[in-house]
């Protein structure tokens, strides 16, 4: 007889026991034999040793999967309990291009060839430019790396961020607290989020500041070590923005810098950091540039349609010029 102290770590209990704990009482019912205390992120197993070292393979199984597949149904614990070898081979093979499981179970994947290549890049670089016309997935794909990393414990915070851009609009005129103010400008990488993440969970995230999301301006004076930092929209950064925004790098850190070359909105005279910094460091050791086009738009079918007329009537223009 011996007594075991099992954690949940990387699953929230109520997830694992289920409303009025019936996934608890199943996980019971399948050892007879123990005598299970659960409290809170911990449970307590008494009993033969045999036997507790199974019961323990099993709560992992469950917890990796849950972490694995961001899901976890009745039917999953139950062929769990019944069969571990399959699950644990189906947790061991690779998922091809899969880069992660979101809310759900939803698989987010690779869809196009310079997706694949961000995902491939990144395993070998710390810093890659990912660039290209808007709904070709640069960073969705990048988020979505990002949360991988942090799942593995590659990385222990992410960090995403965007240049606040006053589009025709003065931020002090705009309603609100600062945080009211600049949540418009960030909302796409908050969507991005919550296909991956679950609503309350990332609540929690942002508020212990394992998940930032934050203008760019804020990142001065930073170092952003172990961590997974995302600039968006970089094509509105001024040089000195990206510059700053690319010296925080940190140790055990990956930057992926995401933007449309055809879609700056700095006053006519600024130069784009983005521009500026893919002539004088795409052929730095460590970096990676992934020019994406129209091939990889993956929004409305419409969506290439629009970007191919405005760079037709672009041509148009500087022809005549």
Request: aromatic share 6%; hydrophobic share 40%.
């Amino acid at each position: 007889m011996i007594e075991k102290l099992i954690y949940l770590e990387g699953i929230d209990p109520v997830i694992l026991y289920g409303v009025n704990n019936v996934r608890y009482e199943r996980i019971r019912n399948a050892f007879p034999k123990l005598k299970l205390v659960a409290r809170g992120n911990e449970i307590k197993a008494m009993g033969d040793k045999a036997e507790v070292s199974i019961f323990e393979r099993k709560v992992g199984l469950i917890i990796t999967y849950y972490q694995k597949h961001n899901t976890l149904t009745d039917r999953d614990i139950d062929q769990i309990l019944i069969d571990d070898v399959e699950i644990a081979v189906q947790l061991s093979e690779p998922d091809d291009d899969i880069i992660v499981f979101g809310n759900n179970g939803k698989e987010i994947k690779a869809r196009t060839v310079n997706q694949r290549r961000l995902v491939d890049d990144f395993k070998t670089n710390d810093l890659l430019f990912a660039v290209g016309p808007a709904g070709t997935g640069k960073t969705y794909t990048a988020i979505a790396l990002a949360v991988k990393a942090f799942r593995s414990k590659m990385v222990k915070r992410i960090v995403l961020t965007r240049p606040a851009v006053e589009a025709g609009e003065r931020l002090g005129f705009l309603p609100g607290d600062m945080k009211e103010k600049l949540d418009p400008y960030l909302q796409p990488l908050y969507d991005a989020l919550h296909d991956m993440i679950p609503p309350k969970k990332l609540e929690s995230l942002i508020e212990d500041g394992t998940v930032q999301i934050a203008p760019l301006a804020f990142m001065r004076g930073r170092t952003l070590d172990n961590a997974f930092v995302i600039l968006d929209e970089a094509q509105n950064a001024t040089v000195n923005q990206l510059k700053m925004f690319l010296t925080r790098m940190g140790p055990n850190a990956k930057f992926i810098v995401t933007g449309d070359v055809t879609q700056i909105d700095l006053p006519v005279r600024e130069t784009s950091g983005l521009v500026y910094a893919l002539k004088i460091l795409t052929k730095v050791s460590g970096i990676s540039t992934i020019m994406f086009d129209n091939r990889d738009i993956v929004r409305h079918r419409l969506v290439k349609d629009i970007i191919e007329a405005y760079q037709d009537a672009n041509d148009l223009k500087n022809d005549k010029s």
